[in-house]
């Protein structure tokens, strides 16, 4: 157990339709990264929040965001739903903002149908 | 523009030594890091280089040339749970925006 919680575990939605990624980072950490990981694409980086703000950014889509709040943890929100948009989205936190050593939550696997 | 190669597959021997070749072209490196993969299972960090040379961590180690743009990790004493993904990936800073891009990984299997 890597101390980084995601809810929910799997997710079915409709296309067209928005949902919401939660990440609760591991006890101390004050920076999240969000993944995309798909099978045609591997793993993708989305974003970094570090203790509530932006600090680096990937190629993530305009139909996607996401924020951290004062407690830290993180959403990020997927809306206009595709069918490209199935893959396994990944947390990870680290305490500070390089990266040195992050650790993954389990991921929520999102299917859209 | 931003690229990182590292082959798709190798095979190797439980008690061999491997090494998995990483390179990468970056307009603004800011460091390299190895993760290992399990199938279904979320990547676990294995190291970080920012300087040349080489990084040792039990039985694994990571080297770093930036003049070359090139890394490796190497696997000793290879044991079967070492069966996986290794993902190398690195941080890019440019134009004081920082982005993490990953290579597709390379599966290894270890065999009997």
């Known amino acids: 157990d890597s101390g980084v919680t995601q809810t929910p575990k799997h997710l079915i939605t409709a296309t067209g339709q928005r949902v919401t990624l939660r990440c609760s980072p591991r006890?101390?950490?004050?920076?999240v990264y969000w993944y995309q990981q798909s099978l045609d694409q591997g793993l993708q980086f989305l974003i970094q929040?570090?203790?509530?703000?932006?600090?680096a950014k990937g190629n993530i889509l305009e139909r996607f965001s996401a924020q951290q709040f004062p407690d830290l943890h993180s959403e990020l929100n997927l809306s206009s739903l595709e069918l490209g948009d199935s893959a396994l989205y990944f947390c990870a936190s680290s305490v500070g903002t390089e990266n040195t050593e992050a650790f993954f939550g389990q991921g929520t696997r999102l299917t859209v149908v | 523009g931003q690229n990182i190669d590292q082959p798709t597959e190798m095979t190797a021997t439980e008690g061999a030594i491997v090494q998995i070749n990483c390179t990468y072209q970056t307009s603004g490196f800011n460091g390299l890091f190895w993760y290992q993969q399990h199938a279904g299972e979320a990547p676990t960090f294995l190291s970080y280089?920012?300087?040349?040379g080489l990084e040792e961590k039990g039985r694994f180690s990571s080297f770093l040339s930036r003049s070359k743009g090139y890394s490796y990790l190497l696997l000793k004493e290879l044991q079967m749970k070492d069966s996986a993904s290794y993902l190398c990936?690195?941080?890019?800073?440019?134009?004081?925006?920082?982005?993490?891009?990953f290579g597709t990984g390379t599966r290894l299997k270890v065999l009997a």
């Open positions: 929040y570090y203790n509530g703000e932006e600090r």
């Open positions: 990936a690195v941080r890019d800073n440019f134009s004081g925006t920082y982005k993490y891009i």
């Open positions: 006890s101390g950490d004050l920076s």
């Open positions: 280089n920012v300087l040349d």
